[in-house]
């Protein structure tokens, strides 16, 4: 297995660049900040961007949990690599990082002033700095379950290669909490407002009796309870329903709906 590093200070656009140099170094894995991944696809690990704080997040991107690097290393051994890109911040991180999984000594390193310019450099420095923003190489459906109530931005890039045919990587941007000024929660009844909202736009919904949210570790459950105007088809109408629920409140929270439950309560002859 050939093993290359990517290396540059934080904030510098490693993960936005590591697809691009993946492909064109013929590497089929990445390794960044604590995932394993493979064609847009996150294989194993848990990203450092979930952790509460900046020492936290270096952990997990080193890989120190014995449980987070077991994990690692046997999806490793499963898949069997041609090519593995491993990102850091200096050539003693990912050393380490290559050490902890014990996939062999790295036969390149790749410096990000190499293959960026220093204005590049700088938008990137400025999006990290000023705005929170850390760059996952993969695309958002693939991370918004882990990132439940994280703001999470999708990003397309084209890139046209030397035989003139055409790349596309799916990447999303993240705000993970060690980046925030502060702290924030969305209370439930928050989000019973935004359903009561959301499920009034439906034409035939005459009155909602009743919100449950229940929380979990990668996202809520909603549970509501309906009366409809007699004449419509309450099957489509709560097909509908959940619909609009589904796409309002993800929109104004970010947070992960696993379950939209509709109970039709009643109908109501106007």
């Known amino acids: 297995m050939r093993v290359y590093a990517l290396i540059g200070s934080s904030g510098t656009g490693k993960s936005y660049r590591a697809m691009m140099l993946a492909v064109e170094k013929g590497l089929d894995y990445i390794i960044d900040d604590g995932l394993l991944i493979h064609e847009n696809k996150i294989i194993a690990g848990k990203s450092a961007k979930r952790e509460a704080t900046a020492v936290g997040a270096v952990k997990r991107a080193l890989f120190a949990s014995e449980e987070h690097r077991k994990t690692v290393k046997q999806a490793i051994e499963r898949v069997q690599p041609k090519g593995l890109l491993i990102l850091g911040t200096s050539d003693r991180m990912v050393e380490k990082i290559a050490s902890h999984l014990e996939v062999g000594p790295i036969q390149q390193y790749v410096f990000i002033e190499e293959i960026s310019t220093e204005e590049e450099r700088k938008i990137a420095q400025k999006q990290r700095k000023e705005l929170g923003k850390h760059v996952i190489p993969v695309p958002t ?13 999708p990003l397309k890039i084209l890139r046209r290669r030397k035989d003139n045919s055409v790349h596309i990587s799916e990447k999303s941007v993240v705000r993970p909490t060690f980046s925030y000024l502060g702290k924030y929660t969305i209370s439930d009844k928050v989000i019973s407002d935004l359903v009561y909202h959301a499920a009034h736009k439906v034409i035939g919904t005459y009155k909602i ?6 929380n979990y570790p990668n996202g809520i459950a909603i549970h509501l309870e309906i009366v409809f105007v007699y004449g419509n088809p309450v099957r489509e109408l709560a097909k509908l329903v959940q619909k609009q629920i589904k796409e309002e409140v993800e929109y104004m929270t970010a947070l992960n709906i696993l379950s939209i439950n509709v109970m039709i309560k009643s109908l109501v002859i106007i």
Do not use: A, Q, R, T
Not at 209 to 214: E, G, L, R, T
């Open 141 to 153: 459906f693939e991370i918004k379950e882990d990132f439940s109530g994280y703001f999470i931005d």
């Open 209 to 214: 009796s009743k919100v449950d949210v229940v």
